[in-house]
């Protein structure tokens, strides 16, 4: 293969990985991400093996250059909440642009078609309802100017996801329970939870005498 071939293969493949991680973000399957790149790009062929080794392939990139020692699952969902941040905060500097609200009003009058008596089957007349349109005789176009002072419902949504990715990344210390000095044994059991596993193994070791 000469070179001029191994660039034009590799430049494919990068315009391929970068479609597969768009849509594989995007919870598509993988047939969807088949058909999608093959049709983006006027693919002859493409296999679902391929596809899965393309995932893989992204999968590791993601590991290697962000988030190392993740499963493979909690790398999509924060690749996920990044591209959606991105996109909100795109959004939501255009919420902030000002913009010429433009409306028309039309005005019109009835017009009268007639009834149209037309002949039956049984050649009599038979009376037709009237049918009524509207014309047009005036449109008054009105602008005002909108400042944009920005849809707050992006930042709110931004810090949710945001908030998830901390979450997800398990940045928010434990909640923390304070204890009173004089709490039983079985009160600190109840406390955090553990009363029923305790239970648990009384009864085990009670069977077992």
Wanted: charged share 35%.
């Amino acid at each position: 293969m000469s070179k001029q071939q191994q660039k034009k293969r590799n430049q494919v493949k990068e315009a391929r990985l970068e479609i597969v991680a768009q849509l594989y973000k995007r919870g598509n399957s993988v047939r969807k991400i088949r058909d999608e790149v093959m049709r983006r790009l006027d693919l002859p062929k493409y296999s679902t093996s391929t596809v899965h080794s393309d995932i893989q392939t992204l999968l590791q990139e993601w590991r290697e250059n962000r988030y190392k020692d993740m499963d493979d699952a909690l790398e999509l969902e924060l690749a996920r909440i990044d591209e959606t941040v991105q996109e909100l905060w795109d959004q939501w500097e255009k919420s902030k642009a000002d913009y010429v609200q433009t409306t028309r009003t039309r005005k019109g009058a009835p017009v009268n078609n007639g009834s149209g008596n037309e002949e039956g089957g049984d050649g009599q007349q038979q009376q037709q309802p009237q049918r009524e349109q509207m014309r047009t005789y005036n449109v008054e176009r009105t602008e005002k100017e909108v400042i944009g002072l920005g849809n707050t419902a992006y930042i709110a949504e931004i810090r949710q996801q945001l908030m998830e990715r901390r979450k997800l990344l398990g940045l928010y210390a434990p909640e923390k329970r304070e204890m009173s000095g004089t709490m039983s044994f079985a009160q600190l059991l109840m406390e955090s939870g553990k009363i029923d596993e305790a239970e648990e193994e009384i009864r085990k070791s009670q069977n077992n005498i």
